[in-house]
């Protein structure tokens, strides 16, 4: 609500938010390829998968425009009219869809490295889990979002308890599982590798 005033237009909170998902399945989706895909078809499956979001994105932006209503009603299961349904669906389809492709890929990574890596397979597992949580997130919030223009709204707990759950869990899993592979990882900056080379060749000196 205070994103919205400041703006000066409903919903852009919501809106900002609904992009920001979007790009973060991108990343992961173009964190998989970079990982399995031969290097010649790399930058084509990458630029296809960005050509797909920008268009979901232009026309999710698009819906919102044909939308007057606070952040929190966007953001909620019982949409208000059609076009605020319209725009729901959008979203919570394409995040179903997209989470659903990449839990599939990255349980797969995980299998593939748990005989090398384990960590870095923990890591790809729990990533998984996370999309999986972001698959039913989304397909709970469009079941009820549907049930409500059906006139069957859905009982008040998924509202206040199932649907926020499942989008933390989300959160909370994907962001341990991109952790943990770098558990026991040193990153040495280019100045400590100098310093610690001149200070071998100072030790090596009689």
């Known amino acids: 609500m ?32 970079n990982w399995t895909h031969p290097t010649t078809r790399i930058r084509r499956a990458v630029a296809g998968r960005i050509l797909v979001v920008g268009c979901v994105m232009a026309t999710l932006t698009w819906e919102f425009h044909l939308t007057n209503v606070t952040s929190a009603e966007l953001a909620s299961m019982s949409p208000s ?22 839990t599939v890929r990255y349980a797969s990574l995980a299998r593939a490295a748990w005989a090398r890596r384990r960590v870095a397979a923990a ?31 859905w009982p008040p707990l998924m509202e206040m308890y199932v649907v ?10 994907i962001t341990v599982g991109l952790s943990l592979p770098m ?24």
């Open 123 to 153: 890591g790809l597992a729990v990533t998984a889990v996370g999309t999986l949580s972001g698959v039913a997130y989304a397909v709970s919030r469009a079941g009820a979002a549907v049930a409500h223009l059906n006139g069957r709204d």
């Open 81 to 102: 009219s059609g076009k605020v349904a319209g725009y729901m669906l959008t979203h919570l389809c394409y995040i179903a869809a997209a989470a659903t492709a990449i």
């Open 2 to 33: 205070t994103v919205d005033a400041f703006v000066g237009r409903n919903g852009i909170a919501t809106l900002g938010g609904n992009l920001s998902a979007i790009l973060a399945t991108l990343s992961l989706a173009i964190v998989s390829v």
């Open 164 to 173: 926020p759950a499942a989008g933390a869990l989300a959160t909370l899993f």
């Open 183 to 206: 558990i026991g990882q040193r990153v040495i900056l280019p100045l400590h590798r100098w310093v610690t080379a001149w200070r071998a060749k100072q030790t090596a000196r009689p």
